[in-house]
């Protein structure tokens, strides 16, 4: 989806995973939350 600068979001809940490592980004999230529905809010 497209989201611009400024945008707000909303997404459905869910926990954060905080310090999540990513070997492909070769760095550490602070928070990374993994969410089943996102949309930009109007």
């Known amino acids: ?3 611009a ?5 909303k997404y ?3 926990p954060a995973l905080s310090n999540f490592p990513s ?3 070769n760095r550490t999230f ?3 939350v ?9």
């Open 5 to 9: 600068k400024g945008d707000k979001i």
């Open 23 to 25: 070997k492909t980004l």
């Open 30 to 32: 602070d928070a990374l």
């Open 1 to 3: 989806m497209k989201v």
């Open 34 to 42: 993994l969410s089943s529905a996102v949309e930009v809010v109007k």
């Open 12 to 14: 459905a809940d869910a």
